[in-house]
Each structure stands twice: as C-alpha cells, then as structure tokens.
C-alpha cells in the first residue's frame, strides 16, 4: 500500500503561482510511474503531468511551458510548479503513484483545490 498526502493549493490571482507537493509514505518501491491529475466538477479526470517509468516527463499541451513537475530522489515527495496561472486551471488536483503492470498498484491522493480567480 502506498499512502498519498497532496497540499499547496489555494487561491490565486491570474497570472500567479502555486507549488503543490504530493507526500507518499508506504511501498514506494511497489510503483513505476508517478503524476499529477485535475478534475473539474462534471468531467473526467486529466493527466496533467507525469513520469513515465524510464523517467522522461510528460505534459499536458494545455500546461506545456509553464507547469514543472518534480520529485526528490527517494520519490518519497512529488512537486508540481505552477506559473502563469490561468482560470481554467482551477480544479481539484490529485497525485497518483501506480504501477504500469500489476494494475493492483494504484494509489490516489485526497486531492487539494486550486482556485484562480481575480
């Protein structure tokens, strides 16, 4: 089991920024691949970002250029910087650690709001 903890989000002004944190705790080493995911009320859940198991990044086109997505050696935390902050990334945003072949491995945090608004 894997134990997810996201904080960072908030309130903040167009044009602004964020950096959410994605603390896991538990079998670390169970999991591959590692990413951040948004979810707005009335759609489907999004990648936003992610590592891919050989650990290359990938983002989404929306976020491109001003999202970074980071993680410390031990991948015992999880960042994601936000710059350039628009309305239409207001959402509630998870992380998620799993596995890309025991499926079983799938672990969700909480989730936190970010809100961007005047």
């Known amino acids: 089991q894997v134990q997810l903890v996201e904080s960072g989000g908030g309130l903040v002004q167009p044009g602004g920024s964020l950096r959410l944190s994605c603390a896991a705790s538990g079998s670390i080493l169970s999991i591959n691949v590692m990413g951040w995911y948004r979810q707005t009320p009335g759609s489907e859940r999004e990648s936003v970002a992610r590592?891919?198991?050989?650990?290359?990044?990938i983002y989404a086109d929306s976020v491109k250029g001003r999202f970074t997505i980071s993680r410390d050696n031990a991948m015992n935390t999880m960042y994601l910087q936000m710059n350039s902050l628009k309305p239409e990334d207001t959402a509630v945003y998870y992380c998620?650690?799993?596995?890309?072949?025991?499926?079983?491995?799938?672990?969700w945090g909480q989730g936190t709001q970010v809100t961007v608004s005047s």
């Open positions: 590592f891919t198991s050989s650990g290359r990044t």
């Open positions: 998620r650690y799993y596995h890309t072949i025991y499926t079983t491995r799938n672990y």
